[in-house]
């Protein structure tokens, strides 16, 4: 599998303070029955993914109306044989920036663990760790075994988890993390198990997205009280963090890097995908679950109200309480498992 231009291995040098927890009687209840919820839902994906079947890569993984260059120029010129390809370029690239993307949660999941003050936290941490590595392992598998090449990661991906991994604060880690990276892909995933056609992509993306909302819950509930007594200029900070990352993740989706292995004119590409009313409501549902997060822990002030519209996803402040979420996903969990 080709991993694109750029190294192998890169280290980044990050400071991180070591906290041990020596009150170990003391208990955040909700955080100790996340961590049980978290241990009781792990799973196998030798046992449940069955990656003998063969899988239709020109199918595309989304409705046309939703191709960045449907209805321009470009895509009318399209021949069948390469409008597949562009099918699979287009594929290959998301799915690989969501294994960087996992990747990043993987680091950040250890560091977490690492550097939150309290038990509970840390024993919940330590189960992310594991569904990240198995996160990062699924989609390698699908990546390597089903398309059979990759993307390298999307510059605007990689700049904002440098800003988190390398931000020595854990409540940072945690906005950065659990609210905004893991919020967008908790979206993304519900978008793409709702449209694919693709049997294993589909519940491969069913499994990974019921560990999601248990993440994204845990940035809230790790973080819903810790903002009401901090310091008004502290608070700006997290929220212009906030803005700032759902800018970069907004830019991340318009794919840049296929249109020039492809040999397309670029800017008029990126223009395109900008513009496209579909593409402009898929970057809108991402912010579906972040939005209300960002209320839930406080920091959907007058001030970022206005840069959320100006955005274009103000509208899902009222959208589904994370917390609710998580719920709807042990019930879907529930069902499944009662299904056989």
């Not at 663990?113 to 699908?142: F, I």
């Not at 590409?269 to 406080?298: D, T, W, Y």
Request: include cysteine; charged fraction near 25%.
């Amino acid at each position: 599998m080709s991993d694109g231009a750029g190294p192998s291995i890169e280290t980044l040098e990050a400071t991180l303070d070591l906290t041990y927890t020596w009150a170990y009687r003391d208990t955040r209840q909700e955080l100790r029955d996340l961590y049980g919820k978290a241990r009781r839902a792990q799973w196998n994906p030798e046992d449940v993914l069955d990656f003998s079947v063969d899988v239709d890569l020109d199918r595309p993984m989304m409705p046309e109306m939703m191709h960045p260059l449907w209805g321009s120029e470009i895509y009318a010129r399209l021949t069948e044989r390469e409008l597949n390809q562009l099918n699979r370029e287009m594929a290959s690239w998301t799915l690989s920036q969501f294994l960087h993307g996992e990747q990043g949660a993987l680091l950040a999941a250890a560091q977490l663990v690492t550097s939150v003050p309290d038990l509970d936290s840390k024993l919940y941490g330590g189960t992310q760790v594991v569904d990240e590595a198995r996160h990062v392992a699924v989609y390698n598998r699908y990546l390597h075994e089903k398309i059979g090449f990759s993307y390298p990661v999307s510059p605007h991906l990689k700049k904002l988890l440098d800003l988190i991994l390398t931000d020595s604060r854990w409540d940072m880690k945690f906005l950065g993390m659990q609210i905004m990276v893991e919020g967008l892909a908790l979206s993304a995933f519900a978008l793409i198990r709702q449209n694919t056609h693709e049997p294993l992509l589909r519940e491969l993306t069913r499994y990974v997205m019921n560990d999601e909302a248990r993440h994204v819950a845990y940035g809230v509930l790790s973080l819903r009280d810790h903002y009401s007594d901090m310091a008004e200029a502290e608070v700006r900070e997290r929220e212009d963090f906030v803005y700032e990352a759902a800018v970069l993740m907004r830019d991340r989706f318009l794919m840049q890097e296929v249109w020039e292995k492809q040999g397309l004119p670029v800017d008029r590409c990126l223009e395109l995908a900008m513009n496209n009313h579909g593409q402009i409501l898929f970057r809108q549902f991402l912010f579906s679950k972040i939005v209300p997060a960002i209320k839930k822990i406080g920091l959907l002030s007058d001030r970022q109200r206005e840069r959320f519209q100006a955005l274009g996803i103000l509208q899902y402040e009222t959208a589904e309480d994370p917390l609710v979420a998580l719920a709807a996903a042990e019930r879907d969990q529930a069902t499944a498992a009662a299904a056989g």
